[in-house]
């Protein structure tokens, strides 16, 4: 089946510093990414859609600058967490739609998340 | 905007016993809807997804039902195992042409106990 896979899978930095986190599909050409949020004992939060060539397209509410998305390849999204604070410590998720599929279809396929702490 | 409600926050049942786990969505305009499972500290697995034409998807012990007028999905996992402790998400994807952007209910905790 499909894999997806996240690096690092855990992450510990000093505040202020960026930390960027890697999502590949690793059997199949994903043309859009979506990139996950989730606090703990809470549920998954849409930040961004990352489509391959092209800029991401944010959700409401998340700062651009603060995490930067670039999906270079029809294979690897990467997301940066620039200038890192306490509050940006979460548990992040991809996902990748596997490009060409019928729409509509279980196409997307999960990471297996990446634990962020920023001390 | 789609809200996504799932009742109750956790559950703890002994083995052995049926768990119902329930989702409620606010839009009926859903194009499916999919449950997965969630073990601590890791991603997501896809348990079952139902198309919105869909009244009902089965896979093993697992049975989940839509009824898309009334917003709501119920997901039954027959005779539970001690490995079926975990968080249970549910997910509906909006009726839109492109796009897969999924809206995440807050999950269910279970915990089945020996």
């Known amino acids: 089946g499909a894999v997806v896979s996240q690096h690092p899978s855990r992450v510990i930095c000093k505040s202020g510093t960026s930390v960027k986190i890697e999502c590949r599909s690793l059997?199949?050409?994903?043309?859009?990414m979506f990139w996950y949020r989730q606090f703990p004992k809470q549920s998954l939060m849409l930040m961004a859609t990352s489509n391959e060539g092209s800029k991401a397209t944010y959700e409401q509410g998340v700062e651009k600058d603060k995490f930067l998305i670039n999906h270079a390849s029809l294979t690897l999204s990467t997301l940066t967490v620039t200038s890192a604070h306490p509050e940006d410590s979460s548990f992040y998720i991809c996902?990748?739609?596997?490009?060409?599929?019928?729409?509509?279809?279980?196409?997307?396929?999960f990471g297996p998340g990446t634990r962020l702490t920023v001390l | 905007k789609q809200e996504v409600t799932q009742i109750p926050a956790a559950l703890s049942v002994p083995e052995g016993e049926n768990l119902v786990l329930n989702c409620s969505f606010t839009d009926s305009a859903i194009y499916n809807l999919q449950w997965f499972r969630q073990d601590p500290g890791k991603g997501l697995t896809s348990l079952l997804l139902?198309?919105?034409?869909?009244r009902e998807q089965t896979s093993g012990r697992l049975n989940a039902s839509l009824d898309k007028s009334s917003g709501r999905s119920t997901l039954y996992i027959a005779a539970s195992q001690p490995g079926d402790s975990a968080t249970y998400l549910c997910a509906v994807r909006p009726f839109e042409a492109a796009g897969n952007k999924l809206t995440f209910g807050g999950g269910t905790r279970v915990l089945v106990k020996p």
């Open positions: 139902i198309q919105s034409s869909q």
């Open positions: 996902s990748a739609e596997e490009g060409g599929a019928p729409i509509g279809t279980d196409t997307q396929y």
């Open positions: 059997d199949f050409q994903a043309t859009t």
